[in-house]
């Protein structure tokens, strides 16, 4: 990458870019001035994802994507804009076709508010087939509000929503909604489903359904990891 620099005023000149990996390349753009305002774009098209997550230290992963990235704003808490476009994704059995993210945060790194909406047409492996998935995100300082996670094919359904806490180390989870409809059956919670998640144990800690015919399924319990 090439810099510009006059008088605390930096830009990044024409046709600069960062090389992740050997067919994974992201045009860059932008400047910095005096007063520590940010406006940073990150560009790439039909970008390798192999060779991207091979970069980030995992296998497994083909397919192409393009992405627009915008970071504004004040250098310690810029805003960030992002489209994500994938038309085909694949990782071992999966295979995901015409996969978006759009994601708008403001004030990245402290007060975090905003929004990031997921959708793809369709989610396929050996044993499961989506025809539509969605998930719709809010973000609320250190809390993610879940108000939409859908899967479905025909009337076929699991959807959800909740809330995400990050804590410390823990990243806690509670689902105020919960159903799975499946041909002439259902399941869905009875109350709010809570979990917890460390670096080291999952915990379920409190898990009730109802099912039909006044069926109950009740889960308790944890992991630990050795």
């Known amino acids: 990458m090439a810099v510009r620099a006059e008088e605390y005023n930096f830009t990044l000149l024409e046709n600069s870019f960062l090389q992740v990996g050997p067919a994974s390349r992201f045009t860059v753009l932008g400047t910095l001035n005096r007063e520590k305002i940010l406006d940073l774009k990150l560009l790439s098209e039909s970008n390798s994802i192999n060779s991207l997550t091979r970069a980030l230290g995992l296998t497994g992963f083909s397919g192409q994507f393009d992405a627009n990235i915008y970071i504004r704003g004040d250098l310690i808490n810029p805003d960030l804009e992002a489209y994500l476009w994938v ?111 460390n670096t080291r144990d999952f915990y379920i800690d409190r898990a009730v359904f109802s099912a039909p015919d006044s069926g109950e399924i009740e889960l308790r319990g944890f992991y630990e990891q050795s």
């Open 87 to 197: 038309p085909r994704f694949t990782y071992g059995n999966w295979r995901i076709d015409t996969l978006i993210m759009e994601t708008n945060i403001d004030h990245l790194i402290q007060q975090r508010t905003g929004s990031a909406r997921l959708s793809a047409n369709r989610i396929q492996s050996n044993y499961l087939e989506f025809t539509e998935t969605r998930a719709d995100l809010i973000f609320q300082g250190r809390q993610i509000l879940l108000d939409t996670l859908l899967f479905a094919k025909g009337e076929n359904r699991l959807s959800t929503s909740g809330v995400f806490n990050f804590e410390s180390d823990t990243l806690q989870f509670r689902f105020d909604f919960f159903r799975i409809f499946y041909e002439n059956y259902w399941i869905e919670n009875s109350g709010p489903l809570l979990f917890s998640y």
